[in-house]
């Protein structure tokens, strides 16, 4: 038997052909259109490197209590569902040692890079990306200027503060676990309030001797250069999560809320409680 090919029933093909055609073009669109989603978390050190002026003192993540911490962590953040993760370390460094962490033979490392960024890639079968810039700080002049003209009180008052910040963050971290202290690390309120360093060094110096400024001015250009890596990597539609020390959270997430096409997500917002 014959089917019949009526003039009718070759106009709706040719319709629903161009809805087809129409509904391809919107998703397309939609996708070219869609923001990126940037998760910035921002880290205390678990490895103890000691690198930075303060500095926390973290337990051995590698014992079985901490290593569930972490899973427990990384199960958590993969509901953000993210592609990409972007971490704290050098693109040679990562794109050397990740293949031997899906391999299984880099050796155990408490660096928060592989225990929070590789662990995370992993379950959520995300590309990771280095994007750390070396940069200078220059802390010493400022320190030199303020003790030389009778300003060491302001930094001193800074470093107080940041200590007990610190302390508060060891205090969660002993009694309710790793989350509880990431969670605190990453309060939004925090994070305005551990960047009013940077503003008072601007206070640090006079005339053509600006030590403050010189330190803003460096600090600035290294987090300004990961930025810029990070955006270049994303593409419109990406879910990326972003570890780097908590010192950097400030202007890291300043960059991704100001860039257009950019949408900043909240930690917070998916760390366990």
Known sequence: MRLAFTRSSFLFCVAL???MSLAADKARADAQSAPVQVMVIGLFHLSNP?????NMKVDDVLAPKRQAEL???????ARFKPGKVAVEWPRETVDE?????LAGTLPPSRNEVVQLGFRLAGTAHARVYGIDVDGDFPYEPVKAYADAHGLSSQLDAEGAKIDRQ?????RLLAGQGLSAALRRVNEPALIEEGNSFYRT???IGSG???PGAELLAAWYRRNFLICANLLQLAEPGDHIVVFYGSGHAFLLRQCVRETPGFQ???PNDYLPR
């Open 166 to 170: 610190m302390a508060e963050q060891q």
């Open 208 to 210: 053509n001797e600006q």
């Open 50 to 54: 000691g690198h930075d002026l303060h």
């Open 201 to 203: 060094a601007l206070r």
């Open 71 to 77: 899973a427990a962590i990384t199960d958590a953040l």
């Open 97 to 101: 040692r990740y293949p031997r962490y």
């Open 17 to 19: 052909a161009g809805a």
């Open 264 to 266: 900043l997500v909240e």
